[in-house]
């Protein structure tokens, strides 16, 4: 029983808590916010965690590269605590070895109260070749893999 309590009082830290903003500066990642304005927001409206405001989408399409085969999207979403213990190993290998079979992936981003639907979102802004999720994006050429 008191497992079960740790690993429940373990979970709900890992949804309320929030990337640290000196970690997100140390991706050295664009970064972009979807229109939740706050934690509590982004919980209760999960819509808000899919979309973007102009200013946003305005730096996916300046700062992000255009027409990735893959577009990697990081986002602080439910688990805060697993984008900090893990990004900093698996971005780099996720990159390199889409490289060793050809497959451009694009400019990673960092989104700050991300949704799944988020990643379409910035994939359609970049006009990405493949998505993960995509169920939108079939009529603009995209595989969903």
Do not use: H
């Not at 373990?10 to 972009?32: C, G, H, N, W, Y």
């Not at 981003?109 to 990405?128: H, L, P, Q, T």
């Amino acid at each position: 029983m008191l497992r079960i309590r740790a690993d429940l009082a373990a979970a709900r830290d890992a949804v309320q808590t929030m990337v640290s903003p000196e970690f997100i500066d140390d991706l050295k990642l664009p970064v972009v916010k979807t229109k939740a304005e706050d934690k509590a927001q982004y919980l209760l409206r999960p819509d808000l965690g899919r979309i973007f405001d102009e200013e946003n989408t305005k730096i996916m399409k300046e700062r992000l590269k255009q027409n990735p085969d893959v577009q990697i999207v990081i986002g602080d979403g439910l688990s805060s605590t697993a984008i900090e213990a893990n990004i900093r190993e698996i971005l780099p290998a996720l990159e390199q070895g889409l490289r060793s079979f050809g497959v451009d992936p694009g400019t990673p981003v960092f989104v700050e109260y991300s949704r799944v639907g988020a990643g379409d979102f910035i994939a359609e802004a970049v006009w990405c070749k493949t998505g993960f999720n995509s169920y939108r994006m079939k009529g603009r050429g995209w595989t969903s893999i």
